[in-house]
């Protein structure tokens, strides 16, 4: 079975520091992982993923994620984080073998970026 | 242009009543799901869609009831409403057997029953 966890409800950054939300994920074949954000009121956006090939992927806004086989983890990072940053970010996960597409996703990490 | 659009965006309505929330995508895929997201902002996913035929049906109450007239659209009846139904409800679209699989959510529908 698939799931995904983000141990942390919460993080809260500087604006201008390097932010770290973290996301550990278990699937039975390959996992396809993503990383969404939310801000209020709104729907999910898409931020990265990956499938296959290099480790650290680029997304939007400055964003990026490095996939880590050994861990199980697929953590988000941005270099310098900025107020406007301040969302809930969803780590979620697929198993490759699946035929539905279905996301598992974690529970959310709310991200506050102070000035 | 907005690529997967939900309708209505928010919706109040008194317990036992029968609800209907629409969905459109323009993106051409040929997969859509319906996900709730509860009070703490959990997302769990309900159904799914792949060019019209019912490919998930997680553990969800029989009153609640997907239709999907063609691949671009995926409706979600409700019935008897209660009051732990109250949720944001996202449609969300994608192609099934593409090599990228994301998602493209909509913005939701706020479900408000009293």
């Known amino acids: 079975a698939q799931s995904v966890a983000q141990p942390e409800d919460q993080v809260n950054v500087a604006e201008g520091n390097p932010l770290t939300v973290k996301c550990t994920y278990s699937?039975?074949?390959?996992?396809?992982l993503f990383w969404y954000v939310q801000y209020p009121n709104r729907g999910l956006q898409f931020l990265l993923k990956y499938i296959t090939g290099d480790n650290l992927v680029k997304g939007s806004y400055g964003f990026e994620a490095e996939f880590n086989k050994s861990q199980t983890s697929f953590h988000l990072k941005k270099p310098s984080a900025l107020v406007s940053d301040s969302a809930l970010y969803f780590c979620?996960?697929?198993?490759?073998?699946?035929?539905?597409?279905?996301?598992?996703f974690g529970q959310g990490t709310t991200l506050q970026v102070k000035p | 242009d907005t690529a997967v659009s939900q309708t209505p965006k928010y919706l109040v309505t008194q317990m036992g009543n029968d609800k209907s929330i629409k969905c459109e995508q323009n993106?051409?895929?040929?997969?859509m799901y319906w996900y709730k997201q509860d009070s703490k902002k959990f997302l769990k996913i309900m159904f799914s869609?792949?060019?019209?035929?019912?490919?998930i049906n997680e553990t969800v109450p029989n009153r609640f009831s997907p239709k999907s007239p063609d691949k671009a659209h995926l409706n979600l009846h409700i019935n008897s409403l209660e009051l732990g139904d109250s949720a944001v409800y996202f449609c969300?679209?994608?192609?099934?057997?593409?090599?990228?699989?994301?998602?493209?959510f909509g913005e939701g529908s706020r479900l408000t029953v009293l």
């Open positions: 969300a679209s994608s192609q099934l057997y593409s090599n990228t699989g994301e998602l493209f």
């Open positions: 699937v039975s074949g390959n996992p396809y």
């Open positions: 993106l051409g895929h040929d997969t």
């Open positions: 979620a996960v697929r198993d490759g073998w699946s035929n539905t597409g279905k996301l598992i």
């Open positions: 869609y792949n060019n019209k035929e019912l490919i």
